[in-house]
């Protein structure tokens, strides 16, 4: 057990460690996410009482966007420099590397859009108590991108036209996230609260955790024979 | 072992299935035209104008079996996806993506006569709500599972990695489809269900039933004839589909093909 812990922090903290010296491909996804936003208001028009309400789904789709960018780095450097045949033969599990691969490209490249959201609400009008629920909502969301995520970036591993193509087979998977990440912060507003939405977060965050890194690692085996 | 016992595992090799696909198209292009004639009769002729709707209704018996066999396939895609993955049997594959097509093009009729049969209805073409959308996202599911295959050029690879996805995809339809409910609902309830006596006039559902083995019908002859065709592809260099296939052929155009 305190082995596999191990091995997750080493995974962890070797990717930050790679990230960090190459700061401009995380600032990339994350000012990509705030252009995105910010056109919308420029598309729509500037009523605030409009933008309230598109505002959360619009952070929504902003975020789902800016995760499937940064989609293809996540196993791409070690694909190409050998590394990750490296990682297949160890002995430790793949599902436990792949899921310290999915932690480290959560926090290089969600945690930053949670943290910026807040801001960009304001922008859009959001009130206080829906500006928290719309962090939680991302907070819990996110890493559910990161995962369900990972499965499609490991299925087009090396493939010709792999960026556009792991988009189009990923995002059809992630609305159920889009649906309730968004829908919390219209519940909350609403007055119904949102509760049963953020709980829902939770469960996906809970089965993707168990499943992905699971049908990740099927497929890096099955990119790399 | 006895001499009566079948060899079920025969025709899993391309080989062996080949001729018996060959074989079976007539039949179920004969079983399409016998579904297909009585089912289009009873759905113009014998089947009674809704009180509501009048004759528009009619497209129900395009639309829905289109809707339940957009479904099925993808259930029995994933199915044979999954075998192929598990047995690392080829014709299972095969039959996969030969049967994907299909789906994607039962999908998009379902919406093309949901959009007409909406307009005449609900006033509008599309409406956001629970069905369309999930039948909209099934859409993009098969759409994803054709194009990773299309853009990985090693068919064994494409075969294994378009069952994950496939199998990725039988998990989240459920979850689409109840967040998607739960999202919006305007269509009208569900018309039939399994443990409820039909709803709508009996000529109305003898119309559907038929049409419904019709579609099935027509998407056996359609997957197998595909699937001869992949078989003949993937094989090409073997020597059954070179004496088979090019017997008579000079040595030149041989080389050419295979």
Redesign the interface.
């Known amino acids: 057990m305190s082995s596999l812990v191990a091995t997750l922090r080493c995974v962890v903290m070797r990717d930050l460690t790679l990230a960090m010296r190459r700061r401009a491909d995380v600032l990339a996804t994350l000012f990509f996410f705030v252009i995105v936003v910010s056109l919308f208001p420029l598309g729509v028009g500037p009523e605030m009482a409009t933008l309230r309400i598109i505002g959360p789904g619009v952070v929504w789709v902003a975020a789902l966007l800016a995760s499937m960018l940064a989609l293809e780095r996540m196993f791409a450097a070690d694909y190409g420099d050998g590394t990750l045949e490296q990682m297949l033969i160890t002995p430790q599990p793949l599902a436990v590397l792949v899921l310290g691969k999915a932690l480290a490209h959560w926090l290089v490249s969600g945690l930053p859009l949670v943290l910026m959201a807040p801001l960009l609400g304001i922008q859009y009008g959001l009130p206080a108590q829906g500006l928290w629920i719309l962090m939680l909502s991302l907070l819990l969301g996110t890493p559910v991108l990161s995962l369900v995520g990972a499965?499609g970036a490991a299925?087009?591993l090396g493939?010709?036209?792999?960026g556009v193509?792991v988009s189009?087979?990923v995002?059809?998977?992630t609305?159920?996230v889009l649906?309730?990440g968004a829908?919390a912060v219209d519940a909350s507003l609403s007055g119904l609260g949102a509760q049963a939405h953020l709980s829902l977060l939770g469960a996906?965050l809970l089965g993707a955790l168990i499943?992905a890194p699971w049908?990740t690692s099927?497929?890096l085996r099955?990119?790399m024979? | 072992m006895s001499s009566t016992k079948i060899n079920w595992f025969k025709y899993s090799s391309p080989q062996a299935f080949y001729p018996l696909a060959g074989k079976m198209i007539p039949w179920f292009v004969v079983a399409t035209v016998l579904f297909t004639v009585p089912g289009l009769y009873f759905s113009f002729f014998v089947a009674p104008p809704d009180y509501q709707q009048g004759e528009a209704y009619r497209i129900m018996f395009i639309h829905v079996p289109a809707a339940w066999m957009s479904m099925f396939i993808y259930m029995v895609m994933a199915a044979y996806a999954g075998m192929g993955l598990v047995f690392n049997s080829r014709l299972s594959s095969m039959m996969a993506s030969a049967l994907a097509p299909t789906g994607a093009m039962f999908t998009f009729l379902a919406l093309w006569t949901g959009a007409l049969w909406g307009k005449p209805m609900w006033g509008a073409w599309w409406v956001w709500d629970a069905r369309l959308t999930s039948e909209l996202i099934l859409l993009f599911l098969y759409i994803g599972f054709i194009s990773l295959q299309a853009a990985i050029d090693e068919p064994r690879r494409a075969a294994r990695a378009s069952a994950i996805l496939a199998l990725v995809g039988v998990v989240n339809i459920p979850i689409i489809y109840f967040s998607v409910k739960w999202w919006n609902t305007l269509h009208q309830g569900a018309s039939i269900t399994v443990n409820k006596a039909p709803t709508m006039a009996a000529s109305m559902f003898t119309a559907m039933l038929l049409m419904t083995f019709a579609f099935w019908m027509y998407t056996i002859v359609v997957a197998l004839l595909r699937v001869r065709c992949e078989i003949l592809e993937r094989e090409r260099h073997t020597d059954w589909v070179m004496s088979n296939e090019f017997a008579g052929r000079s040595p030149e155009t041989r080389n050419e093909l295979g």
């Open positions: 499965i299925l087009t493939v010709r036209g792999g193509l189009l087979l995002l059809p998977l609305i159920p649906i309730f829908g996906f499943l049908a099927a497929a099955i990119s024979e």
